[in-house]
């Protein structure tokens, strides 16, 4: 069974912190690798997507991939409450699972 | 991005009914569509992937007889919940994906609520 591993949360952080999630996934073939946002009753929408090993910035967005490690993170940058909401890691190869998501909350 | 559309957007059935979802693919052809079921305060649970004119393929524990899927043409799928009860109740989203390993466009999903 493909797995799909992201710390629980709930992470709460102060408006203009670093807010830092992760996630682990345990198919080594994968090949894409996604952060959605996720807000209660909604569908999710794509923040971030990364295909290859390393960084890669969008705004206050950057995701980081290590394929050895079968690891990928997400730092949000000068969190805004706007920010809060629930952070889906998703990865794709034949299907796209998903892991628990990561409920953050930025406080003002 | 391309945009998929998902019908109804909530839907209130009773016990022993059954509820047809419908996702479009509106300006693409969507070969495949991942269908996901996400209760309260939980994540997306892939449910099965349809595929255009084959039988969809349905994830471990999830019972093929009570969600139908058709995937009839190349922009429309649909997930029947049959004889639905209490427990179905649930947030129903679909996904169809992009070319080769691209991210996947989303529905805007359905809530059913069956009493």
């Known amino acids: 069974q493909k797995e799909v591993e992201q710390n629980s949360g709930p992470l709460s952080v102060p408006e203009g912190a670093i807010a830092s999630l992760n996630c682990t996934y345990s198919?080594?073939?994968?090949?894409?690798f996604f952060w959605y946002r996720q807000y209660s009753g909604k569908s999710p929408e794509l923040i971030m997507s990364?295909?290859?090993?390393g960084d890669k910035e969008d705004g206050r967005f950057t995701a980081q991939l290590n394929k050895a490690s079968q690891y990928v993170s997400l730092l949000i940058r000068d969190s805004q409450p706007s920010d809060s909401a629930t952070y889906l890691c998703?990865?794709?190869?034949?299907?796209?699972?998903f892991g628990a998501g990561t409920r953050l909350t930025v406080k003002p | 991005g391309a945009v998929v559309s998902q019908h109804p957007s909530w839907v209130i059935c009773k016990s022993g009914t059954s509820v047809k979802i419908e996702c479009r693919s509106l300006?693409?052809?969507?070969?495949?569509m991942f269908w996901y079921r996400q209760f309260p305060k939980q994540s997306l649970m892939l449910m099965a992937t349809?595929?255009?004119?084959?039988?969809?393929?349905?994830e471990q524990g999830v019972e093929k007889d009570k969600f139908l899927i058709n995937h009839a043409s190349l922009t429309l799928s649909t997930l029947t919940v049959t004889s639905a009860h209490p427990e179905d109740s649930s947030f129903y989203i679909c996904?169809?994906?992009?070319?080769?390993?691209?991210?996947?466009?989303f529905g805007q999903g359905t809530r059913l609520t069956v009493v």
């Open positions: 996904s169809a994906p992009g070319q080769g390993v691209t991210e996947a466009f």
């Open positions: 198919d080594r073939v994968s090949q894409s």
């Open positions: 990364i295909y290859s090993n």
């Open positions: 998703a990865v794709r190869d034949n299907d796209m699972r």
């Open positions: 300006d693409f052809q969507a070969t495949t």
């Open positions: 349809s595929n255009e004119g084959s039988k969809a393929t349905y």
